[in-house]
């Protein structure tokens, strides 16, 4: 089946340090790629996407890279702020060999990020 | 434009009752996806709606039931509760169905005592 894995922290950062969360996932089709972020008390924002291979999401001044050769979803980050402290989830939808209907998203476990002033 | 909305954001229910959630979409969006969060399991996907049919579900027992009507509003319902039910559920609307990216109601956190 699916599976994404993801560093679960918490990470702790000083402010304007640069941001690596590691992301790796398992799928038997193709999958889209997607990082969600979820601030205290709300529901998940969509952070960015990546649909196929070497494709680059990027928002905020996050950024991932959708590397099928290693399959992986890193968000970096060059300089981080308090208002980035946040749970980061990682996530994949799948289409499956057969290009049918996707099992809704498969979500990694979340990054805990606090950031330090 | 108006996001997700979930109602109500709050509940208790005690052990054995039963209990209905709603979500309304984003305007336009016919997709609906609901999501159990806990702390011990994280996030795990429960069904998708796409206009009034649904698409697929998650490994959760029969008590997890849901539909969606004709204006892509959607509800939840969980039957028998049980003390493991207590989690966050969120829901999540998408114009067309997965894997489309969706975008996620701010969540009904359930207590069950």
């Known amino acids: 089946g699916n599976s994404v894995t993801q560093m679960e922290g918490p990470v702790t950062l000083s402010e304007e340090a640069f941001l690596t969360i590691n992301c790796t996932y398992t799928a038997t089709g193709y999958p889209s790629l997607f990082w969600y972020v979820q601030y205290p008390g709300e529901g998940l924002q969509l952070l960015l996407k990546a649909t196929k291979a070497d494709d680059k999401g990027s928002n905020k001044g996050f950024e991932a890279t959708y590397r099928k050769e290693t399959t992986s979803f890193h968000l970096e980050k060059g300089s981080v702020q308090v208002s980035d402290s946040a749970v980061y989830f990682c996530?994949?939808?799948?289409?499956?060999?057969?290009?049918?209907?996707?099992?809704?998203?498969?979500f990694g476990k979340g990054t805990h990020l606090i950031i330090q002033p | 434009k108006a996001g997700v909305t979930q109602t109500p954001r709050y509940l208790i229910k005690t052990r054995g009752q039963q209990v209905t959630l709603s979500c309304s979409p984003i305007s336009g969006h016919r997709s609906v996806s609901w999501y159990q969060q806990t702390p011990g399991q994280g996030l795990q996907f429960l069904f998708e709606?796409?206009?009034?049919?649904?698409?697929n579900k998650g490994n959760f027992p029969g008590r997890f039931s849901g539909r969606q009507f004709s204006n892509s509003r959607s509800e939840m319902n969980v039957s028998t509760l049980e003390l493991g039910d207590s989690a966050l559920y969120l829901c999540?609307?998408?114009?067309?169905?997965?894997?489309?990216?969706?975008?996620f109601g701010p969540g009904t956190r359930l207590t069950v005592t």
């Open positions: 709606y796409f206009s009034e049919t649904q698409r």
């Open positions: 999540a609307s998408s114009l067309a169905a997965s894997p489309d990216e969706q975008y």
């Open positions: 996530a994949l939808s799948d289409l499956g060999y057969s290009g049918g209907g996707a099992d809704g998203l498969t």
